[in-house]
């Protein structure tokens, strides 16, 4: 069975260090599907965090990375999708932890913040690391009790 691909995406911003990313996933062996943006043209970030997040959402994607200015903004839109646990990471430990402790699917990180080395290891670190269950099982539970009220009518709560 062939694994599923990687959803990657970025605003204008994004797109020189999306590539770099795409070439890191290319040498890493991983499959990867380009949800844009394809040039350095002024466009808006919630399109492709939306498109990416819809993917894994879908199952179609393994996980997802968006590339914007800071990633936040990618991050915020993004994590508008019930199922999505998107995590803004500048370096690798935190991107790890993000795997582990909170089965993180969607990782973002900025343009104007992360260069391509360090962005290849940050990206490394979270492809590399497998959420460990357990004690961390619980917790989830309780962010998805939350995402379910927050998606229920105000009457109903």
């Not at 062939?2 to 995406?9: D, K, R």
């Not at 808006?44 to 590339?67: C, H, K, M, N, S």
């Not at 936040?72 to 199922?83: F, Q």
Request: charged fraction near 20%; glycine fraction near 12%.
């Amino acid at each position: 069975m062939t694994p599923l691909p990687i959803a990657i995406g970025a605003d204008h911003i994004g797109y020189d260090l999306k590539e770099a990313v795409k070439a890191c996933l290319t040498e890493r062996g991983a499959a990867f599907q380009d949800f844009g943006t394809h040039s350095r043209d002024r466009t808006d970030y919630p399109l492709f965090a939306e498109a990416v997040a819809r993917a894994v959402q879908a199952g179609t994607a393994a996980g997802g990375i968006l590339i914007c200015g800071t990633g936040v903004g990618m991050c915020i839109a993004a994590n508008k999708l019930p199922g999505i646990r998107a995590v803004v990471c500048s370096e690798p430990y935190s991107a790890a932890l993000s795997r582990q402790h909170n089965d993180s699917n969607v990782l973002t990180f900025g343009a104007q913040v992360v260069g391509p080395g360090l962005a290849r290891l940050i990206v490394g670190a979270w492809l590399e690391a497998e959420y460990e269950g357990g004690r961390h099982a619980p917790r989830l539970a309780m962010i998805a009790r939350l995402e379910g009220e927050a998606h229920k009518p105000e009457a109903a709560r």
